[in-house]
């Protein structure tokens, strides 16, 4: 049977995985970087190549060698296992390559029932090793593994035993990547190898348990083929006999399930440790494990290569199908070590997604594909950002990175792009659990916060809402935790249209992250935004939500005032919708008597609020105006046009300006807010935006 049709019948299936160890141990949070970021999907491709999982190492010739699954590698006919000379860089576009040997030619044949698979390379002393293993024809099991020599460059190969590895046995190994030739080695007397036991991901038919653990070997660098030599980790600093491997201690257990309930028979409840790679950082002085599951990619990090292990990114791509082209995962991610900028921050990550399960409407990526990935090492700063309400700290800070728990389109660029026309979700497969959806953004500094402008994006039938428990969170040291003093500007904001601005202020609070977080709603449990604005205010911590419904004007449907708003006066009034007038959203409110332009009479746009009497209030707003009138902006009592409480003027004040006035409301429960000019009997126009009622 194939990789690809077993992995699309596994998923049909919906089969369960084994239960999770009695001892649940949840791998830690790392809080190395500030900032992590990978493309949603592969950015550079060698046409040519055909194949799945790829492990790599870099050899003293300064040329990748690298060893496929199911494909032809880069010519030839197809084999379930060749092995390759890749040249060329992912920054330039001149990435190409050369296959050398393929299946009887490096390897034994895989008894009955089985298939041959590479799981790790390792370049030392100017030999390859490869690392094979026999997985069942089901891929859901994992009985042995040998390794294989090579001394010129991959032209032939030799081995010491068909299975060095049997049973139980650490079977799934991949070499620790200690760059070209493995010259930055710490101990080169010594190869690292990590192991799984059983399996090389998540068994979907739970015919035998889930890997969760990670083992790790050193091994002297001339008997890597003698595994009586191998002596296997048992605890931080400690290592076993040389053979022994009973005593060895897992360097990493993580016993998290991803996607425990999913609505299609798609496969659910994941482990997280899989066949992977892990590879020296030098320029962050860091030990890096790529590993996936089904829908996402786990990344941890230590200090040495026994641990401590802690996870510094799950990267979410979210249930099947992938059948947008925005957003692609894979399996048997890599990060080769000769893709590492120097200062260890840029790297290219590369991984395969075959034409079966996610990738079933033509979305495959069966060949070798990269994408680029970012770290920024966390360094503590002090905030220094002022207040400023213009100020959207998503859009105007240096390396600020997106959110998401997944990005349903691969368009988490959205979030803060500033076209406010459009939309993503994070529609999943999931049946989301409370809290299962965010939005939000992370610096590689610390920055003042008190508002955030959740801008709604398209809602559907079956979701695109937030349903309830929507608040902002705040980070710091990669831990999150909610802000005080929150206020929304709408409690329905569950209800609230497609692409209106819901505000929510909170007490004054600084953070490296920020984020929307809440339960999703409909029968489809997701949430839809267009953007995400954050700042540090002048109406800051504690400030209430304002009375005024529609402030921004982004809730008109035409370009008549409509909803709470009205006009008053006999002239042209209503609202742009998307020409680019308005001081944020899309919309804004005007006055400008186009049918008269001589006109001397009042005109005005008016809302009437609620209020509670003797109270303290502020109007606030944002106007712009021709440079030939003196406008007004204030309160009327009750619903009265006529019955002054307070207002405030403005003279030609071109660019958008805010304007306030502060009143006691008095005995009155309800006033009448108004913004409008006397014609001075010549062309002239205002413009209205952002207009909000609170208390002080």
């Known amino acids: 049977m194939s990789f690809r049709f077993a992995t699309a019948v596994l998923a049909a299936a919906g089969l369960a995985t084994c239960a999770a160890p009695a001892a649940a141990q949840v791998a830690q949070v790392s809080n190395a970087f500030s900032t992590a970021w990978v493309e949603e999907k592969p950015s ?37 296992i060749a092995v390759s000379r890749i040249t060329g860089s992912p920054e330039n576009g001149t990435l190409g390559g050369a296959t050398l040997t393929r299946g009887d030619q490096i390897t034994r044949p895989a008894p009955s029932g089985y298939t041959r698979k590479p799981t790790g390379m390792v370049c030392v002393d100017g030999a ?9 024809g089901d891929f859901n099991r994992v009985d042995g593994a040998t390794i294989v020599k090579s001394t010129n460059k991959g032209a032939t190969w030799t081995r010491t035993s068909d299975r060095m590895f049997t049973g139980a046995e650490p079977s799934t190994i991949f070499f620790l990547d200690y760059g070209k030739d493995s010259a930055d080695n710490p101990t080169p007397a010594y190869v690292y190898a990590y192991a799984l036991e059983r399996n090389w991901r998540d068994s979907f038919s739970g015919v035998v348990a889930d ?36 005593a060895r201690q897992p360097v990493l ?24 790679h892990v590879v020296w950082n030098k320029g962050l002085q860091k030990y890096l494990y790529a590993s996936w599951t089904e829908y996402t990619w786990e990344f941890y990090e230590a200090p040495t290569p026994q641990g401590p292990w802690k996870r510094f990114l799950d990267k979410d791509f979210g249930g099947y199908p992938w059948s947008d082209g925005g957003k692609r995962g894979g399996y048997g991610t890599i990060i080769p070590s000769k893709f590492i900028s120097a200062d260890g921050r840029r790297m290219w990550v590369q991984s395969n997604v075959c034409d079966c399960g996610g990738a079933a409407t033509g979305q495959a990526d069966y060949r ?29 800070t240096t390396g600020v990175r997106p959110l ?32 299962g959806s965010f939005w939000g953004y992370a610096w590689p500094r610390t920055y003042n916060l008190n508002r955030v402008v959740l801008r709604t994006g398209t809602r559907f039938g079956d979701g695109g809402w937030f349903a309830s428990g929507l608040r902002v969170q705040v980070r710091n040291n990669n831990v999150w935790t909610n802000v005080s003093g929150q206020t929304i500007t709408s409690s329905t904001y569950s209800s609230a249209a497609g692409f209106t601005n819901v505000v929510i202020r909170f007490t004054d609070t600084t953070g490296d992250g920020v984020r929307v977080i809440g339960t999703a709603g409909g029968t489809q449990t997701f949430t839809s935004i267009s953007e995400l604005q954050v700042y540090y205010g002048t109406a800051g911590g504690n400030a209430p939500a304002s009375v005024v419904a529609d402030g921004g004007f982004e809730g008109q449907a035409t370009g008549s005032l409509s909803g709470a708003w009205r006009g008053q006066g006999p002239d042209a009034k209503g609202v742009d919708r998307g020409l680019g007038f308005q001081r944020t959203g899309l919309n804004n409110a005007w006055i400008h008597p186009t049918n008269n332009l001589a006109s001397t009479a009042w005109n005005a746009i008016l809302q009437t609020v609620t209020v509670q009497p003797n109270t303290n209030y502020v109007l606030r707003g944002w106007v712009q105006t021709s440079n030939n009138l003196t406008g007004y902006f204030g309160v009327r009592r009750g619903t009265s046009e006529t019955d002054l409480l307070a207002e405030t003027s403005f003279t030609d004040v071109g660019p958008w300006t805010p304007v306030s006035v502060s009143f006691n409301s008095g005995s009155q429960t309800q006033l009448t807010i108004f913004a409008g000019y006397w014609g001075p009997g010549s062309d002239a126009f205002l413009r209205l935006d952002d207009v909000e009622l609170t208390t002080p």
């Open 44 to 80: 550079v491709h060698v046409a040519s190549s055909d194949g799945d999982l790829w492990p790599t190492c870099w050899s003293n010739d300064d040329n990748l060698y690298s060893s496929n699954g199911d494909g032809f590698g880069f010519s030839g006919a197809p084999s379930d």
């Open 128 to 136: 390859l090793y490869l690392a094979v293993q026999d997985l069942s």
């Open 211 to 246: 890997p969760q653990s990670l083992f790790l070997a050193r091994i002297p660098k001339a008997s890597i083929q003698d595994k009586s030599t191998w002596q296997w980790s048992t605890g931080l600093t400690t290592w076993g006999a040389a053979g022994d491997t009973s």
């Open 253 to 276: 257990t993580d016993t998290t399930r991803r996607y425990p309930d999913v609505r299609s028979a798609n496969v659910e409840n994941m482990s997280t440790l899989s066949q992977g």
């Open 368 to 396: 070798w594909s990269m994408r680029r990935m970012e770290l920024t090492p966390q360094v503590a700063t002090t905030p220094s950002n002022a207040r400023s309400d213009s100020n959207n700290l998503a859009r105007t």
């Open 404 to 435: 998401a728990r997944v990005a349903h389109f691969g368009n988490v660029g959205y979030l803060n792009d500033g076209q406010l026309d459009q939309s993503e979700d994070d529609w999943n497969d999931e049946v989301k659990p409370t809290d």
